[in-house]
């Protein structure tokens, strides 16, 4: 039963955006890890977005509903800053480290613009409710 | 049964007698009836407005909305008078071909528009149940008797 | 929009009809036009009260239908299921109140002495 419209649009972007804010989460905390399973430092991980058909009821003809979902988490490629910094562990033989690249400052923005888009979203299937509760009283 | 009817037949209405349908008709008022097919109109609205909102941020999204060719053939339909008794005619979700590209990846979606529109529509929504609502409730004193 | 208001029980015609004879259910087709005026307000009435019932029946059809579809989740259209099932309720009501302002015309009549 789909009483409250575009529930299942207002669910995927939800998800999509959750997942982006862990990524984005786990960006700040490696923000200075500089040893990793691979060997590197730290390559900050990317959300990108796709659209996804939403499994839905027939539209009379018109473009079908599309939700959000995230298609690839990837790493950018981007080498990070080498710091000088002789008495790291990991320090090469020049006495350079190697920092992941994450840049606090664009994190945040990323942070930022995932929790506005998440309330967004979630003020979406709110009024939605309200309107199914609307139609409800029809007649009383 | 339409023969052997007489005018002096017991002041009996002779539409009442020949008209085959009767409980229809209370309804076809041009108000209540436009008030359902808007009611249509606001919710695929309400899901055009989710899924532009869910893809704020998408490549390539283009802006959806309700196809603005609906407008005019509910007006053709209402001055012609077959509201009631036309085809049924619903609303179709397009691209909103007068919204411009904001972004560089192509994606024109303003959440703040998105959801300034979206509380339009709650009010228009709301609004229309108001008007289907107190037109059946007026039915309804009517046939009762009762005010309340 | 009730034709109940419009029968006038004390004029004579309707008195002269209302016999056991011409209150039966089934249709008779008048055979001469002598007979045509006694069967036509049994006629009469049972066919408004067929059109009244059919009419109910296409109202309750059509509810029914609305709220098949989204119970199904065919159709996220919740309004027009509540809309539906509102106007079945009225024109139900509609003939309950009809039927019973029947009765009472009838109540009322027999009462009458003659």
Known sequence: MNLISGVDVTAGALNAQKLRLDIVAQNIANAETTRTAEGGPYQRQVVSFATELVKQQANNGGIPLQTVKVASITSDPTPGQKVYNPQHPDAGADGMVTMPNVNLAFEMVDLITASRAYEANLSVVKNAKQMAEKALEIGH | MGSGLREADGGWHRLCLTRPVMIE???????????????????????????????????????????????????????????????????????????????????????????????????????????????????????????? | MTPIGSVNPLSTSPLMRLDAASLSPEVAQPAAAGSASAAVPTDAFSAMLDHLVGDVTAKDAAATAATNQVLMGNSGQLHQSVIAMQEAGVAFSLMVQVRNKLVESYQELMRMQV
């Open chain 2, 25 to 148: 008709p209370i309804f076809q008022t041009d108000t209540y009836q436009l008030a359902r097919k808007l009611l249509d109109v606001s919710a695929l609205r309400q899901e055009a407005i989710a899924s532009n909102v869910a893809n704020a941020e998408t490549p390539g999204y283009r802006r959806l909305d309700v196809a603005p060719a609906f407008d005019q053939q509910l007006k053709a339909q209402m001055a012609s008078g077959t509201l009631g008794t036309a085809p049924t005619l619903q609303p179709t979700l397009a691209e909103d071909s007068s919204a411009t590209s904001t972004k560089p990846d192509g994606n024109n979606v303003e959440i703040e528009s998105e959801l300034l529109a979206m509380n339009r529509n709650s009010v228009d929504y709301d609004y229309l149940t108001q008007v289907v609502s107190s037109n059946l409730k007026q039915l309804k004193m009517a046939i009762s008797g009762n005010v309340t």
